[in-house]
């Protein structure tokens, strides 16, 4: 099974409100990852985690906040947002064995987020 | 120059018709490609990857990599109506970020039946 799941489909939101994005995936992964799609762009990574732990933040704004509460789940915290923030949240997990990861990477549906 | 350069098409083809899709790249440290078919409004599907030169095939896909012209391939046979998306070039430095994936634009293919 090689099945992430994402948590909503889709999500409206003012820029004054707090929400969550939540991603699962019971594959055994222990590396999980946030990226942000803009239509017609291909992903941007946001967030890394491996074994628990942030591996890399690329220079996400603080109105972004991620968590791993456990080996299967990441969260996406959002508050504060902006327009331009509006995008396609993608979550992703891979393998954590040693080699190459990158190119083991599960992509879930994505949550559609959009801002007014 | 952009790390990896893939043409955005669009490309439209008839049902049956053999489809070639295509991505270069400049970073010579690239070791690992991915090939990946994305559904509108859809999260990316991981097709196929491969780590060498040659090529590697699953059905009615087949992925080429070759390393000295930095050049990659993704070949559909019979191509059908249900394989209209895009498709992502994606790379990978094995050594540098164990974690990162270089992405090409796209490619939005259209099968017509």
């Known amino acids: 099974d090689t099945e992430v799941t994402q948590t909503p489909k889709h999500l409206v939101m003012g820029m004054t409100n707090k929400k969550s994005l939540k991603c699962e995936q019971h594959m055994g992964h222990r590396a999980m990852y946030w990226y942000k799609q803009k239509a017609k762009k291909p992903p941007e990574l946001m967030f890394v985690y491996s074994y628990e732990k942030l591996s890399i933040n690329e220079s996400v704004p603080s109105r972004f906040s991620p968590e791993c509460p456990n080996s299967s789940l990441l969260n996406l915290h959002l508050h504060a947002l902006q327009p331009e923030d509006s995008a396609l949240y993608l979550c992703a997990s891979s393998q954590e064995d040693g080699l190459s990861r990158a190119e083991t990477q599960y992509f879930g549906p994505g949550t559609r987020l959009l801002v007014l | ?113």
Do not use: H
């Open chain 2, 1 to 113: 120059q952009k790390e990896v350069e893939q043409d955005p098409g669009p490309l439209s083809v008839p049902e049956g018709a053999i489809v070639s899709l295509n991505c270069t790249y400049s970073n010579s440290a690239f070791q690992y490609f991915m090939w990946y078919r994305q559904y509108s409004r859809k999260g990316p599907e991981l097709l196929m990857y491969t780590y060498s030169s040659g090529n590697k095939e699953d059905g009615r896909f087949t992925a080429q990599v070759d390393k000295s012209s930095k050049y990659i391939s993704l070949f559909i046979r019979d191509s059908q109506p249900s394989d209209s998306a895009t498709y992502l070039c994606a790379m990978s430095d094995p050594g540098g970020s164990n974690y990162k994936l270089t992405f090409g634009k796209g490619t939005l293919l259209t099968v017509n039946p």
